[in-house]
C-alpha cells in the first residue's frame, strides 16, 4: 500500500551570533518594506524583559491573514515558517517563495549582527491508522522486550552528524504521533509526523561562511536529504 504524504510546514531559523537589543526597531524595520506582501497582519510587539533567560522569547510576532506565512524575532533568533494548504500540499509548492524569503532574511540580517547558525526543519504527515505500532518498529526488539507488553506510545529522536556543502551538519529526525486537522478536507487524520531537521549548529564550523548563496544551496541540500520515501518505505503492512 502506497501511503500518502502531506507536506505539513517548513521552518527556517537563524541563530544570531550576538543578541539584538531591540529586534523590532532594527531587524523588523530592515525587514518590513521588503517582506510586506507575505506579512498583511499588524505586527505584535511584546515588551520582552532584556533578560539572559528570555532571549529566545519573539518579541516581534507577525503573520499572514491566510495564515500561510509567520515570522518570530527575538533577541537571539529569528524563525520563518510557510504552512501546507493542505492534504494533497508538497514542499515544492512551497519552496520557490521559502528560497526567496531565506535570502532575505540572511541577507538583512547579516547587515545588523553575525549569524551564529542556521537551520531548516520541515513537517511532513503520514496518514497511519495505529501510529505508535508502526513508531514501535523502529525501536530495537529486545529493548521492547526487555520493557515487556504491549506499545502503548512511541517516539523516535535521532541526530547524526553528517558532512555536506563542505561543513558539518546535524541531521535530526523524529518521528511522532499525531492527530492532523487539514482545512481542505476538515477531518481528522491520525498518522505520524516525520520531522528533518539540518542545521550548522556544529561548533567545528566557522560562522563566515553563511551568505545568501550558501543559504540557496543549504535548503537544496536539507531537501535532498530529506529521505523520506527510504523511512515510509520501513513501514510494512
Known sequence: MKRKLSFMQSQFAIYFEDGIARPDDILWKSLSGQVTEKFDETPIILPVPNEPALAEVPIVQVSSKNEAFRLNISRKRLDFFIYGKGKSASFKDSKD????????????????????????????????????????????????DIHEGNTLEATVDYISKIRGLDISLNNHTRLQAAIAKFKDTKEESTGVIVSRDINTKSQENSKDFINEEFAEKFIDFAEKNFKLNEIMSLWKE
Request: aromatic share 14%.
Open 97 to 144: 517563495i521559502l528560497l526567496r524569503s531565506v535570502k532575505i532574511f540572511v541577507r538583512e540580517t547579516k547587515s545588523i549582527t553575525k549569524i551564529k547558525w542556521i537551520g531548516s526543519i520541515s513537517n511532513f504527515f503520514i496518514e497511519i491508522k495505529s501510529p505508535e505500532l508502526y513508531i514501535g518498529r523502529f525501536i530495537n526488539n529486545k529493548f521492547m
